[in-house]
């Protein structure tokens, strides 16, 4: 009795996870399709319309970063560099975007293993690895690219000498490594799995 109860506990579970992780795999997309929509703008709008739709709430805006925050300008920005920081904006946004979606879609994946009863499947361990491998990544690119942005924008707009220090979440970091070690660990354990059906 116990045993289906927690079937069903674990097939809501799934069914959950199965839903939140394709909203967020939509949620990746229309970014992913902003950020290109953004990169097109960038390149064909016209530089003065740039330029008015940046000063339209007024000439100041804010640029904040994880330790230091900027005033800037509108009126003092050319238009040429106006247009270069969009687009590289743009490309950056759309590269952590696309380790995002990689890394949803391992996620995917692996509950659509779960949903059919292969969680130990060599499939599954496969896509374990690869999410590890993104996780690792996406802790490594996030804070560099964030850095590669705020260094492009200083120094397109001169807005001072700022010193600009490499930051990586460590802590995703370290669970990317956790999630490599359990792909291993599930490998391991489908192998013994093998090895005892074989004696039978």
Known sequence: ???????????KTIKLFQGLFNI??????IGMFLALCGMVAGIFVPLHTLQDILTAKGTNFYVTFSHSSYKIDANHIQNIKLRTLIINACILYELILAVLLFIIMQLK??????????????????????????????????????????LLLVRTLQLSKTVISLNFNFGMMIVGFLILFLSHIFKYGAYLQEEYDSTL
């Open 1 to 11: 009795m116990n045993q289906a109860k927690d079937f069903i506990v674990f097939e």
């Open 24 to 29: 967020f795999y939509w949620v990746v997309l």
């Open 109 to 150: 994946r692996i509950v659509h293993f779960a949903r059919n009863k292969q969680p130990f499947s060599k499939s599954c361990i496969k896509h374990i690895r690869y999410l590890a491998y993104g996780v690792i990544i996406y802790s490594l690119t996030s804070g560099l690219l964030g850095n590669i942005w705020e």
